[in-house]
């Protein structure tokens, strides 16, 4: 949610680090961590909420940095929720399953760290020395070389001292001992009229369903990558969005940051769009194997057009995928809730699409919302009902009235909304937006149903 680099709190003299004290749960430990505890090491804190994409965008980077520093380095996530349903532990401990999270992360789900440490943005990393003092910080996502060359200064003076513990941290890890499943947190679901073609997000795979659900093919060898190729080795890594053009399988390769295209025919994957570099703020457009993407999310095809959620600079892209060209269709980049012209308009993560005619929905998932764009030659942005950026929950009704929490997909039947209690699902009645709420049984967990 914080699109720049830039400093938390700045103070000339040592700041004593606040103790971890309110979180109420840890995960990835067998008990709760303390500073005190942890004299020695080098502590990197990670405040963050799991439907923040920038948050996402980082845990490659602290994967990294734990990767870099094995002995010297405890990275600590603080996860103080932005919205009500992600301050379930089970609910973050899913996500951790998800998102392969190794670190031990608190449930800060009263903000009572996060007040500690003066926090105001998501993502925020905070270096606490060995001695127990702040000395870094900062929001925003980006800027590992930064962390890397600080998090080495820091270990250098006081390995120099004698005062570096290398003693091994004891971790709970909560992805042992998980059962495989068929599918593991799959994302998006295309249905044609004899098969069901699902993202199935976690075993970085495509799998090809009868609408009975028999499983009849898959797509990639189920390792994370960015292979082409055929079937049993071209490689997702956490492949989402779908959409068919001709008889091949478009994909949104999410954390590759690619645009793929799957030829049953052939049996083969090829990479449409995208370099496999997340993009580091606003790109213009180009032949499209040459042009870096930033966390595609969805697709939607009209004719030889194919619309793209870009949730990472908050925009919807366009691709003519017949000349293999993209631009950027609709967006300024700033997140917030905006409408207007195509230019003008702002959209926080998008991460649905659905097309009618000359109108294409998006579900805005940041701003909890579900956004119209009416086509050429309008080219104009409208909210049709939800609420914003921080205006979320649970209500019926019309227009603004209407309360979502992190609308995450939309289609011809309606949206997903993920972290509604009891699994309820929202449906848009009409274009006018009457929205009516179904209570069934299913206890729906992060990831098991985005679509």
């Known amino acids: 949610m914080a699109d720049e680099e830039r400093p938390v709190d700045e103070a000339t003299s040592p700041i004593r680090a606040p103790e971890l004290s309110g979180a109420v749960a840890w995960?990835?430990?067998?008990?709760?961590?303390?500073?005190?505890?942890?004299?020695?090491?080098?502590?990197?804190?990670?405040?963050?909420?799991?439907?923040?994409?920038n948050c996402i965008h980082i845990v490659p980077d602290l994967q990294?940095?734990?990767?870099?520093?094995?002995?010297?380095?405890?990275?600590?996530?603080?996860?103080?929720?932005?919205?009500?349903?992600?301050?379930?532990?089970?609910?973050?401990?899913?996500?951790?399953?998800?998102?392969?999270i190794r670190?031990?992360?608190?449930?800060?789900?009263?903000?009572?760290?996060?007040?500690?440490?003066?926090?105001?943005?998501?993502?925020?990393?905070?270096?606490?020395?060995?001695?127990?003092?702040?000395?870094?910080?900062?929001?925003g996502e980006g800027n590992y070389e930064g962390f890397e060359q600080a998090i080495a200064s820091v270990v250098s003076v006081f390995d120099e001292r004698g005062q570096i513990d290398r003693t091994p941290l004891a971790l709970t890890l909560e992805h042992e001992g998980v059962a495989e499943t068929p599918l593991m947190f799959p994302g998006k679901v295309l249905a044609t009229a004899d098969r069901l073609y699902v993202s199935d997000s976690n075993h970085h795979q495509i799998a090809v369903m009868s609408h009975d659900g028999a499983v009849l093919d898959r797509v990639g060898a189920g390792t994370a990558g960015r292979r082409?190729?055929?079937?049993?080795?071209?490689?997702?890594?956490?492949?989402?969005?779908?959409?068919?053009?001709?008889?091949r399988l478009w994909v949104?390769?999410?954390?590759?940051?690619?645009?793929?295209?799957?030829?049953?025919?052939r049996r083969t994957v090829t990479t449409e769009a995208g370099t496999g570099v997340q993009c580091t703020w606003r790109e213009d457009g180009g032949r499209a194997t040459t042009v870096a993407l930033n966390s595609p999310w969805d697709l939607a095809v009209n004719g030889s057009l194919?619309?793209?959620?870009?949730?990472?600079?908050?925009?919807?892209?366009?691709?003519?995928?017949?000349?293999?060209?993209?631009?950027?269709?609709?967006?300024?980049?700033?997140?917030?809730?905006?409408?207007?012209?195509?230019?003008?308009?702002?959209?926080?993560?998008?991460s649905g699409l659905a097309l009618d005619d000359s109108?294409?929905?998006?579900?805005?998932?940041?701003?909890?919302?579900?956004?119209?764009?009416?086509?050429?030659?309008?080219?104009?942005v409208r909210t049709l009902a939800g609420g914003d950026l921080f205006e979320f929950g649970d209500e019926d009704g019309k227009g603004d009235a209407v309360q979502y929490t992190s609308s995450m997909?939309?289609?011809?039947f309606g949206i997903s909304n993920l972290g509604l209690p009891q699994g309820e699902v929202r449906g848009l009645c009409d274009e006018r937006i009457q929205v009516a709420m179904l209570r069934h049984s299913l206890d729906l967990m992060p990831g098991e149903l985005e679509c």
């Not at 094995?70 to 929720?81: K, N, Q, S, T, Y």
């Not at 956490?238 to 053009?245: D, F, H, N, R």
């Not at 119209?372 to 080219?379: M, S």
């Not at 997909?409 to 011809?412: A, F, L, N, T």
Request: aromatic share 10%; charged share 20%.
């Open 103 to 139: 670190h031990p992360v608190a449930n800060d789900a009263e903000f009572r760290i996060w007040r500690a440490y003066t926090v105001r943005a998501w993502p925020s990393r905070v270096i606490i020395d060995p001695a127990g003092y702040v000395v870094g910080a900062a929001s």
């Open 228 to 247: 082409d190729g055929d079937f049993a080795v071209a490689e997702f890594h956490v492949p989402q969005g779908l959409a068919m053009i001709d008889g």
């Open 409 to 412: 997909s939309c289609g011809d």
């Open 27 to 53: 995960l990835n430990v067998p008990a709760p961590l303390s500073l005190k505890a942890l004299r020695g090491k080098v502590v990197l804190l990670d405040f963050w909420t799991y439907g923040c994409i």
């Open 252 to 265: 949104a390769d999410t954390n590759n940051h690619l645009i793929r295209s799957v030829d049953f025919e």
């Open 64 to 100: 990294k940095l734990e990767d870099r520093f094995p002995d010297e380095l405890v990275v600590i996530g603080v996860h103080a929720a932005k919205f009500t349903n992600e301050k379930a532990t089970e609910n973050i401990r899913q996500i951790i399953r998800r998102y392969g």
């Open 306 to 350: 194919l619309f793209i959620a870009m949730a990472g600079p908050h925009q919807i892209w366009m691709m003519e995928h017949t000349r293999g060209i993209l631009w950027p269709y609709a967006g300024s980049g700033q997140e917030a809730r905006l409408d207007g012209s195509i230019e003008s308009a702002a959209f926080a993560q998008p």
């Open 359 to 380: 109108v294409l929905y998006v579900a805005d998932a940041e701003s909890n919302i579900i956004r119209a764009i009416d086509l050429p030659p309008t080219n104009e």
